[in-house]
């Protein structure tokens, strides 16, 4: 299986890649997205990322999933785009969510928030790590193993901090409601 | 409905136990209309979670490769230098052609060669003749001086040349039957052993012993002929024998002789 993926790699073309490749397209804009928060960069990260898996497109057919190394490429492109000196941190200009009409109730509000809107907040306090690990387990609904590809951390790290993540994302929430309820 | 289950796998999610099976399962169960109200807060947020995945990018199919497609654009015109291979290929050709003409030629002077090269050859033969004649006409003519020392320096001399020709042999096989002086056929007999493998020579010794009279001669004639394993010369040996003026020393060594040979 592997091998015969090398093989029709070897002769990959611009075709075959973008077939590969083009499934994935919205996965790794929300990667993008939650790591750049701004839709702008995150379509400019996309192409770049395009550019960077057509250079590595040998390993990308030699990995066990193309999805999960296209995710680990834009992943890694965006921590270095948030590194770079010339990035400003956009994370302040991130626009919070709009609650909302002012007839509907705040329960009401917090059922209607697009549900986007609402992982971005609770994401938003989050460790990178843990931010990468809740998208990918709970709303990419990825496999560990695949996770493990993308992050290159254990399986036990993995679930550490998942479970770390996800109490954290459940206590943020629980505040949110409470809030919006009071 | 027993939620006990739910609670079960959800304590599993957030300590990150939880299968993928088991989450599923969880998000089965907490999706249903009848959760009860200490669960419900948990099932907002899964489904939240669950929802949030729809977000597509605004990039269209092409635009997503646009930059790719640019740069594999832009690296077409170096495609067209590194047509260098092609280039390479049919120099490659070339050389081979070139090799292949070279050797067709080489193949048909080679065709002509053999009459060049037996033309050289033939000159080499005889150049070599020419010498061996000469050779056979200085030998004559230091056999033919009257001094013995002379003709024994003429007759060891032919000794030292190996590819000495039939007539140099018959030369020296003269020499050994007639020549006046005993050291100087005895001489003749020391060169003619170097030739002992030529049938004409075998012959000659043979003859030889008919001829030669003198003991010494007789005795060197008679241990080349047991040198050269020459058994032809048996019957002659044993005739020698009968002779009655025979001196002792050769009778002896004829027995000897004709011991060792048959």
């Keep these: 299986m592997k091998s015969s993926r090398a093989r029709l790699d070897c002769r990959m073309d611009a075709q075959a890649f973008k077939q590969l490749i083009l499934p994935t397209k919205n996965r790794l804009y929300r990667m993008a997205l939650s790591l750049l928060k701004d839709s702008e960069e995150a379509n400019d990260m996309l192409q770049e990322t395009m550019l960077r898996l057509w250079t590595h497109r040998q390993k990308l057919a030699e990995c066990q999933s193309a999805e999960a190394f296209a995710l680990r490429i834009t992943r890694n492109l965006c921590l270095d785009r948030i590194k770079s000196k010339g990035y400003k941190n956009r994370a302040g200009q991130a626009e919070m969510p709009d609650w909302g009409s002012a007839e509907a109730t705040p329960y009401r509000k917090l059922e209607l928030m697009d549900s986007e809107q609402l992982m971005k907040r609770l994401f938003a306090v989050l460790p990178e790590q843990q931010q990468t690990l809740i998208r990918l387990r709970d709303v990419e609904e990825l496999s560990y193993e695949e996770i493990e590809e993308v992050t290159g951390l254990s399986v036990n790290t993995i679930r550490v901090n998942l479970s770390r993540a996800r109490k954290a994302v459940r206590e943020n929430f629980t505040k949110i409601n409470n809030y919006e309820l009071e | ?262």
């Design chain 2, 1 to 262: 409905m027993n939620w006990n289950r739910a609670e079960e796998l959800l304590e599993r999610y957030y300590a990150g136990l939880s299968s993928a099976e088991e989450e599923m399962a969880l998000k089965a169960l907490l999706s249903r209309s009848d959760v009860p109200p200490h669960l419900q807060q948990e099932a907002s947020l899964l489904g939240h979670m669950k929802a949030a995945g729809g977000e597509e990018s605004s990039l269209g199919d092409d635009e997503l490769f646009a930059r790719l497609d640019a740069s594999l654009q832009a690296q077409k015109p170096e495609a067209k230098t590194i047509q260098l291979p092609v280039n390479r290929l049919w120099q490659i050709a070339a050389a081979i052609a070139l090799l292949a003409i070279g050797y067709w030629f080489g193949t048909l002077n080679a065709d002509s060669a053999p009459p060049a090269t037996a033309l050289v050859e033939d000159s080499r033969q005889n150049q070599q003749l020419a010498q061996i004649q000469q050779e056979v006409q200085e030998m004559k003519s230091m056999l033919s001086q009257s001094s013995p020392s002379q003709r024994i320096k003429a007759v060891s001399y032919v000794q030292q040349n190996e590819v000495a020709d039939d007539e140099l042999v018959q030369v020296l096989i003269e020499t050994m039957h007639f020549d006046e002086n005993v050291n100087v056929r005895m001489a003749a007999i020391k060169a003619l052993l170097h030739f002992r493998d030529r049938p004409q020579v075998r012959q000659a010794f043979v003859q030889s012993l008919q001829i030669q009279n003198d003991p010494n001669v007789q005795l060197q004639l008679i241990d080349g002929l047991i040198k050269m394993k020459n058994k032809e010369a048996v019957p002659q040996m044993q005739e020698m024998l009968q002779e009655k003026e025979l001196q002792e020393v050769v009778k002896h060594r004829l027995q000897q002789g004709i011991g060792v040979l048959i």
